[in-house]
C-alpha cells in the first residue's frame, strides 16, 4: 500500500509569484458532514483564517461532490474538501486539480427504515435507496454494493431506485417513507440509527474492511501554482487540525456540533456525534491503493471509460 505522508507533502518550493501577493481571498467548498470533520473543526475554531493572516477565507457549504466538482470546473473554488469519486472524476475530465492530502476514513453506513422489512444487502431488490447526489462517492460504492449481490440499479436495467437526498435531509426522507434505505455519511447515518432504524451495512461492509478513503483535501492547479505559500499554509492549518481531532475528540465534537447547527439548523445529541466519530477515522495520509481501486468502480459504475494513473495529480 501506497501511502504519501504530510511531511512529504510539505516540502514544496515555494517559488513566490507576483500573482501570489494580490490574492485577496481563498475558497474553500465542503460539506456539512462529520466526514468533513477537518474542515468544520478549522471553521470553528479559526484554524484557517489564522493560517492565510491577511487573506480572506471565503467557505462556501456544497450538499454533494457533484455539486463541488461542478464550482471547482467553473473556478469558483480554490481549494476543497471532497470524496474520492468526485476527485478522480475531476482528475478523469482533465480538470486542473491536485490531491494534497486525506481528511477522513471509512465514516459512511448502509442504513435501512425500520419498518422496511429490509435485513440484507439483497433485500434492496425493488426498494429505493438514497445517496448524497448521482455520481458520488456513496452513489458508486452504492452500486459497486448492489453488483456484488447480483443486484442492479433500475438506469442499468435492475429493479433498485437510486435517489438522490442531501445527507442532512435523509432523516426527513425516512419520516415521510419516500426512501426504504440510504448509503449515507456520518453523522447522519448514526442520528438514523438513534431514531430506530437499522444498520445493515457498517463502515466496514460497505468496502475494503473500512480502510478506505471518504474525503480528501483537493486544489485548483493553477491557483497552486501561482500560491504555493498559501497552499502550503492551508495544508499546515489542515494537519493541526485533523492532528487536533484525533488528540481531543470531545472538544471535536463540539466544534463539530457548533457548525452542524449552524450550516442544517440541527443539533446532534452527543451520543450520536459519539458513535458517528467511532466509524470515522481522521487521517492526512493519502492512501493510493486504496483511490486506485475506487477509480476502477467509477468504471464499474459506468461513470468513466477508463480509470486515469492518478499519481500525477498527487502534489508532491
Known amino acids: 500500500m501506497t501511502r504519501l505522508t504530510i511531511p512529504t507533502l510539505l516540502t514544496l518550493t515555494l517559488l513566490t509569484t507576483a500573482a501570489a501577493q494580490d490574492v485577496q481571498t481563498v475558497r474553500l467548498g465542503f460539506f456539512p458532514n462529520l466526514t468533513h470533520a477537518p474542515a468544520l473543526v478549522g471553521l470553528e475554531r479559526g ?11 471565503d467557505a462556501r457549504e456544497f450538499v454533494s461532490g457533484t455539486t463541488l466538482t461542478e464550482a471547482f470546473a467553473a473556478g469558483q473554488i480554490d481549494i476543497a474538501y471532497v470524496g474520492p469519486g468526485p476527485a478522480i472524476n475531476a482528475a478523469g475530465r482533465g480538470m486542473p486539480v491536485q490531491f ?11 442504513v435501512v427504515r425500520k419498518d422496511s422489512g429490509i435485513r440484507s444487502y439483497r433485500e434492496l431488490a425493488g426498494k429505493t435507496v438514497a445517496v448524497p447526489s448521482l455520481g458520488n462517492t456513496q452513489d458508486i460504492s452504492l452500486r459497486h454494493l448492489l453488483n456484488e449481490n447480483g443486484l442492479k440499479s433500475r438506469t442499468d436495467g435492475g ?25 449515507v455519511p456520518e453523522p447522519w447515518g448514526a442520528a438514523l440509527e438513534a431514531q430506530g432504524h437499522r444498520v445493515i451495512g457498517s463502515e466496514k461492509t460497505v468496502w475494503r474492511d473500512g480502510k478506505y478513503p471518504t474525503t480528501l483535501v483537493i486544489v485548483n492547479a493553477k ?16 494537519t493541526d487540525t485533523v ?23 440541527t443539533k446532534l445529541d452527543p451520543r450520536v456525534l459519539q458513535r458517528a466519530f467511532a466509524r470515522t477515522r481522521f487521517t492526512t495520509s493519502l492512501d493510493l491503493a486504496a483511490l486506485t481501486e475506487y477509480a476502477r468502480l467509477n468504471v ?12 500525477p495529480f498527487l502534489r508532491r
Request: aromatic share 6%; no cysteine; glycine share 6%.
Open 223 to 238: 491557483f497552486a501554482q501561482a500560491n504555493p505559500q498559501l497552499v502550503t499554509a492551508f495544508l499546515k492549518a489542515h
Open 100 to 110: 494534497l492530502a486525506g481528511a477522513s476514513e471509512a465514516g459512511a453506513v448502509l
Open 243 to 265: 492532528a487536533f481531532i484525533n488528540r481531543s475528540p470531545a472538544a471535536a465534537q463540539t466544534a463539530v456540533n457548533a457548525q452542524l447547527l449552524k450550516l442544517t439548523g
Open 159 to 183: 429493479n433498485v431506485t437510486i435517489t438522490p437526498i442531501a445527507p442532512a435531509d435523509v432523516l426527513a426522507a425516512f419520516a415521510a417513507r419516500r426512501v426504504d434505505a440510504t448509503l
Open 47 to 57: 484554524t484557517f483564517q489564522k493560517a492565510l493572516g491577511k487573506v480572506k477565507l
Open 300 to 311: 464499474e459504475a459506468g461513470y468513466a471509460r477508463s480509470a486515469p494513473d492518478l499519481t
